[in-house]
């Protein structure tokens, strides 16, 4: 809005400018009038015819005055000076050309034209400012639309984390031996449900620590486990028996139990990226007895889990 009203104020200006000069050139050209200088005709008297006695007497006097006055020096040709303000015809051509140039150049329908030239290229300019400043503001808009839209998926979409494990004791039916099964939990704690989930998990009971260079590569015969997650749900995925005595041995830092995996998953708004979690923990304690069944009471066995200080991160700080 602002941007009309300077550009109507400025094309009002222009227009008022050209026809106040159009309005003084006229005045001014019908007053301003070439000089026309004349000389006064001066007038002469006539005179008669001498008659023939006449004309022998006076040149009878000529001859006597030149015996008495010898002839002088000849007169000295007179220079002709123009004065000024007495156009010659030569000067007055040349005055004529340039006031019909000057005229020309000043003429109302020259100035005219001049005026219309200036008010197009102003028009012009005004409507290159004005595409400009909508394009700014196109740009200005679609900047704010990326961010609200960034920012409603940010707010919105699904946030997959690792919940932690859980553990619960079996007798074995066989000779009535006491074992674990040892279970991962996910949380969805987004608004929005995940769509084509997909989880990897792995359960390494080792006798040595993981090496430093362990590349954490996936077992491509390892079958993925599609799911979905509710918005503010959980899952329980993958499962790992072990024994009692196991346990005993990783409590006695005699074994180490790792757990390792990843989640991959996209969210419900269209074109965005493929979202992973990675997690790795590894069973820093053991408390009460593995040998024996879980009692809240009498035997709450406890399996410490930590994370491990590679492979735990999500999205963008992932290295693929």
């Known amino acids: 809005m602002k941007l009309s009203k300077l550009s109507f104020s ?25 000089l026309k200088s004349s000389e006064s005709s001066k007038s002469q008297p006539i005179s008669e015819a001498p008659s023939p006695r006449g004309v022998q007497q006076s040149q009878s006097d000529t001859k006597d005055n030149q015996r008495q006055h010898p002839p002088s020096k000849p ?28 005229e020309k150049a000043f003429a109302p329908s020259t100035l005219a034209g001049w005026g219309q030239t200036v008010v197009a290229a102003l028009g012009l300019l005004v409507i290159w400012l004005t595409l400009r400043a909508i394009r700014e503001q196109v740009e200005a808009n679609k900047e704010s639309v990326d961010i609200a839209k960034l ?28 074992f674990w099964a040892i279970r991962t ?21 080792r006798s040595d620590e993981l090496p430093a260079d362990f590349g954490f590569t996936e ?23 072990i024994n009692g005595d196991d346990l005993v041995a990783i409590s006695q830092g005699k074994k ?3 757990v390792w995996g990843c989640a991959k998953y996209r969210d419900v708004f269209p074109g965005t990226k493929e979202h992973i979690t990675k997690v790795c923990l590894f069973a820093r304690n053991i408390t009460g007895d593995p040998m024996l069944p879980w009692d809240e009471k ?3 066995v406890d399996i410490v889990f930590a994370s491990y200080h590679r492979h735990n991160c999500a999205d963008e700080d992932c290295v693929q």
């Open 10 to 34: 400025l094309i009002s200006i222009m227009l008022a400018w050209v026809l106040s000069g159009q309005n003084q050139m006229v005045n001014g050209s019908e007053s301003h009038q070439p």
């Open 75 to 102: 007169p000295e040709p007179s220079i002709v000076i123009d004065k000024p303000g007495i156009p010659t015809q030569e000067n007055t051509a040349i005055n004529q050309s340039e006031d019909s140039f000057i």
């Open 151 to 178: 920012s409603m998926e940010a707010s919105q979409r699904a946030y997959l984390h690792f919940g932690g494990c859980r553990w619960i004791s079996h007798p074995d039916n066989r000779d009535g031996h006491i």
């Open 185 to 205: 939990r996910w949380v969805n704690s987004g608004n929005t449900p995940t769509r084509k989930l997909c989880f990897r998990i792995h359960f390494d009971l």
């Open 219 to 241: 077992d491509s015969q390892a079958p993925d486990v599609p799911a979905l997650v509710y918005p503010k749900g959980e899952i329980i995925v993958g499962i790992f028996h």
């Open 256 to 258: 180490h139990l790792y």
């Open 298 to 300: 009498t035997n709450p």
